[in-house]
Structure formats: C-alpha cells, structure tokens
C-alpha cells in the first residue's frame, strides 16, 4: 500500500476518538450546568451523548474493517515480520563478533538506582548506543539489585560469545567515545548526548516503518526490548505455568495501577473505577459486534486493588495474582520473588489487547514497548490516564501542525500550519497541551490539528551481514 493511505486511515481512526472525546466532553459540561436544567433540554442531551457514543463506534468499527478489507492485512504481518527480522539479525551479528579481543565494545551496568522499569529502559538505551555506534554491549549484571547472581539467571546472556569486558583502551563515553570499549553513564548524565538516543529511528528503515506503524519509534525501542529478554528456560516455564493456572485468554484488557511509592511523588492516585471506565469503553466499542468475555488482567503494586476490583466488577473475569503485588511492596522489592512477579505482570500487560495505565510509570511503558513486538501496529491499543507516551531522558521531540489554530481563551494558544509543538499532555476530551515552539507559548489546543513527526537519524546498516 501506499504511505499516505496507511498514515491517513489512522489518522482518521485518530480523528474519530478524538472529536468523540471533544464532543461528550463539551456535552458532559452542558448536561451538569445548572443553567440547563430543563428536563427537555437534558434529555436531548442525553439522546445525543448515546446516540454520538454509538455513531463514534460504528464509524470506528468501520474504520478497522477497511484495514481488513483494502486486502493489506497479510502485508502488514509480512512488513512488521520482515522489518522485525532485519532488526534481530543485526543485534545477532553485533552482539556475536567473530574477534571478540578486538571488536569495539560498550559496556553498560544494570544497576541503575531505580526500579526494573527504568533499570530495562537503561538497558535499551545502551544497547540503542551500542547499535548506533557499531558496538558490542557488554552488560555488566553481577549483583543485580534484584538478582545478585545476575541477568543470565532469567535471561538469555545478551551475547553467546563476546562476554570479556576488556580491550586496549577502556575509557569513559565522555571523554573518550573512540576508545575501543567504552563505558556509558546513564541517560540523564551522557555527555556528550549521542544522536541516537530516542525518539530517533534509523533513516534506513524509517519509509517503512512511517508506513506499517503509528509511532515508529516505539517499534524500535520494541525490537531492542525482543533481543534483551529473551527468556530462560526456566523464566519461560514460569510465564506458561501462570498462562495456564489463571486461564490468561483473550480479550483481556490490560490493567496497570501503580500506587505506593509513586503517588504524590511522580504520579496522582487514580481510583479503580477511572481504570474501569476506559475498560468498559473498550468492550462496549468491542461488543458491536458480538457479546465478549469481560476479562481484565490486573498489574499493581497495591494488592487491595485487586481485591477491590473483584468486588466492584462481578461481570468482569479479573485476572491477577494479589500475592504479586504484596511482593512489589517497598520493602521487599528488590528481591528474586518480587523480579518473578514484576517480569510476569509485564508479560502479561504486554499480552492483551488494550492497555489501560498511567505512562508516568515506566512499568506500563516497558508493556507498551513489548506489545509492539506482538502485532503489526499496536501504537493505538492503549489508554494512559496521565502522559503521552515518552522515552526517560529522551532528546527534544516536536509534533507538527496540520491545521491552523486561533486561540479562543488566554488557555489557548494559536498554531500556524508546520508550527513546531513540544507536546505534554493530552487531556483526551479532544484538547492537548504543549508548547508552540515558533512563539514560545504554552497552552492548549485541539488535539487533531498536530500530527505525530518522525525524527530520522542515519545508524550503521550492517550491509555487511548479507555479503
Ligand atoms: P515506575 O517507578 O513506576 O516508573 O517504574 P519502575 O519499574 O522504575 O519502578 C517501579 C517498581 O515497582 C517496579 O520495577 C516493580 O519492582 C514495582 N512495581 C510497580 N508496579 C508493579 C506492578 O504492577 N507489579 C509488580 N509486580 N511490581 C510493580
């Protein structure tokens, strides 16, 4: 298929949430004020809220079937397939040099002083560096905070052959990014800042992936996430043992609900019940066509949520493990039970169809990434109820404006067609938030008159694997 045509069908499938949370937004405020109180007026507005909710969905419905029906599904399996394996064959051959004592390396340590999330999202940023700077990563696990044996207990070790950290030269990225192995500090200290940090994509492969995917970046920082963890064999066992004594099955919404630690710090609370309602969305839009299982799997480190939910939604199938949960507690989470249960609920939120979270957690953002790996284009298959999605010390990222804006309060701000946008929040009820970066303005703005930039940098193309 053409670019423009795979670009505009999701922009419109886009499109159409979006002027659906505009307009039950705006007539959610008109039913609620007071002025409004006639019972005629409120039952029109209750007539257009159900009827607008069920034409959004038909529309939606629509939508998904013309990607059925324009004959492009089996492409798309074959592209992402095709893309997919280009990607792992180059880690392969990158991370399995055939001189290990002379092959440029970069080493990279585990430990970063953070939760599983954000020690992975390290993780992929060294091997991303390592990629972009055609070197092999050596990763550095002993006394893993949650597991002092190491990574290689419950991954595959992320090279078969080259493991020696040594070289002629062993100097730090800052000083010295030619030696022949260096260390990389994390990505809220690297100087100098490599250009192939996120939300870069590599320009070899970028026409394809701008076609087959909604945010390219996301696949690619997915395909480092399907090289690295690569499961043990007893790793594996855990997560089919677990598929298996729950029934995990489909659909299944994925729930992620992060509490302790992180609320008042980096996150606001958010009660079951505004999960659930982006949940019933999803299987009310579902059930169109036919009557689905409610299932939900639940993801937390507050195990009253589980329970709490089980009492609230009895026509729901809840998926999840209180006990997981227990073990995510401050107290105990850095342990080996607790990395068991952290690796199987991301395994699981990953699994379903819809994911339901708070992006400021880097758990759900790790679940997002992986998801990509599972279908063709899963960019649009979730709902976060704070941030857009990012990548943690990614480089500066701007969206585009498509359609001109006059701003109509001192909220607003006003676009110019091509104006640069820095993008901070989408309110999902039609506005977004960010900085117009030609005016310097902050404000709001209709979330549909931006569009999603791809920021293309050019990375090695391994052309020598095919010689
Ligand atoms: P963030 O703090 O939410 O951005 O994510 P991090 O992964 O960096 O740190 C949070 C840590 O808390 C995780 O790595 C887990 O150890 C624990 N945790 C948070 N949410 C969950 C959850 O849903 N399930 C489990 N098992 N652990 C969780």
């Not at 998926?319 to 989470?333: F, Q, Y």
Request: hydrophobic letters at 35%.
């Amino acid at each position: 298929p053409n670019s423009q045509y795979e670009i505009t069908r999701r922009r419109v499938e886009n499109g159409i949430k979006e002027w659906w949370y505009f307009s039950n937004s705006e007539l959610k405020k008109l039913k609620n004020d007071t002025n409004n109180a006639s019972p005629d007026f409120s039952s029109s507005i209750n007539k257009i809220m159900t009827l607008g909710l069920e034409h959004a969905r038909s529309l939606l419905h629509d939508i998904n079937f013309l990607s059925e029906a324009d004959g492009y599904a089996k492409w798309r399996e074959r592209e992402a397939e095709s893309l997919s394996n280009i990607v792992q064959e180059r880690l392969k051959y990158l991370q399995n040099p055939s001189d290990c004592a002379n092959a440029k390396k970069l080493i990279c340590n585990i430990n970063k002083g953070c939760g599983y999330g954000c020690q992975i999202h390290h993780l992929v940023y060294c091997s991303i560096v390592a990629y972009g700077t055609q070197r092999t990563l050596i990763l550095n696990s002993k006394g893993w905070i949650y597991n002092k044996a190491g990574w290689e207990t419950i991954f595959k070790p992320v090279s078969d052959t080259c493991t020696d950290p040594g070289g002629a030269s062993v100097k730090e990225w800052s000083e010295h990014p030619d030696a022949q192995v260096v260390n990389l500090t994390i990505i809220d200290y690297v100087q100098p800042k490599p250009k192939f940090i996120p939300p870069a994509v590599p320009k070899d492969l970028v026409l394809r992936l701008a076609r087959l995917h909604g945010d390219p970046v996301i696949w690619w920082i997915g395909q480092f996430l399907k090289y690295l963890l690569r499961p043990q064999e007893a790793t594996e066992k855990l997560l089919n043992d677990a598929t298996k004594k729950m029934n995990f099955a489909k659909p299944v919404v994925g729930i992620h609900v992060r509490r302790t630690d992180k609320i008042g710090t980096e996150a606001s609370f958010h009660s079951i019940e505004e999960y659930m309602t982006a949940v019933e969305d999803y299987y009310d839009a579902l059930d169109m066509s036919e009557d689905n299982v409610r299932r939900v799997y639940i993801a937390s480190d507050d195990p009253t949520v589980i329970t709490e939910a089980r009492e609230k939604y009895p026509n729901y199938e809840i998926l999840g493990d209180p006990k997981i949960s227990s073990s995510a507690a401050v107290e105990t989470r850095y342990t080996e039970d607790s990395l068991k249960g952290i690796i199987s609920d991301i395994h699981f939120l990953s699994q379903s169809d819809y994911l339901v979270c708070t992006f400021s957690s880097q758990v759900c953002r790790l679940a997002y990434e992986i998801m990509q790996t599972k279908y063709p284009d899963a960019s649009a298959r979730f709902r976060s109820l704070d941030n857009i999605f990012y990548y943690g010390g990614q480089d500066s990222y701007y969206h585009v404006t498509v359609v001109p804006h006059k701003a109509e309060d001192p909220n607003e701000i006003d676009l110019k067609v091509g104006d640069l946008v820095d993008v901070s929040q989408n309110y999902w009820n039609g506005y977004s938030k960010g900085r117009n970066m030609r005016t310097l303005k902050l404000g709001l703005f209709p979330s549909f008159k931006i569009k999603n930039s791809i920021k293309s940098v050019t990375f090695p193309t391994y052309s020598e694997i095919n010689k």
